[in-house]
């Protein structure tokens, strides 16, 4: 088992920024793929990016490329998404996740993720 608890979200403006954070807890030697998600009102979720913890590397939605950064921090058994340039088509409800295989984290298909965090909460006002 491993829990996941996000936080870091608020409310900013656009052209801000955010550092979310992801604490894992439980067997987490045990997660090879960390996971950003986020889901607004109304739609899908969707990937937003990913951490393969065996190796570092990292995978983005061509939505937040350049503007967001996924990082680690081993030792704290927590992953961080920093957001810049925020704009108000990001605002949603963020997730962590992770799953047990790292062969699929660069598809960033939520679907393949076993363990959730209840979400943190991003608002960009324009």
């Known amino acids: 088992q491993v829990q996941l608890v996000e936080s870091g979200g608020g409310s900013v403006q656009a052209g801000g920024s955010l550092r979310l954070s992801c604490a894992a807890s439980g067997h987490t030697s045990s997660s090879k793929c960390i996971g950003w998600f986020r889901q607004a009102p109304g739609k899908e979720r969707e990937g937003v990016a990913a951490?393969?913890?065996?190796?570092?590397?990292?995978y983005y939605d061509d939505s937040v490329k350049g503007r967001f950064t996924i990082s680690r921090d081993n030792a704290k058994n927590t992953v961080y998404l920093s957001m810049n340039s925020l704009k108000p088509e990001d605002t949603a409800m963020y997730y962590c996740?992770?799953?047990?295989?790292?062969?699929?984290?660069?598809?960033?298909?939520?679907?393949?993720?076993?363990?959730w965090g209840q979400g943190t909460q991003v608002t960009v006002s324009s």
């Open positions: 996740a992770a799953a047990l295989s790292g062969g699929f984290c660069y598809t960033l298909r939520g679907e393949l993720f076993g363990y």
């Open positions: 951490i393969y913890t065996g190796g570092g590397t990292t």
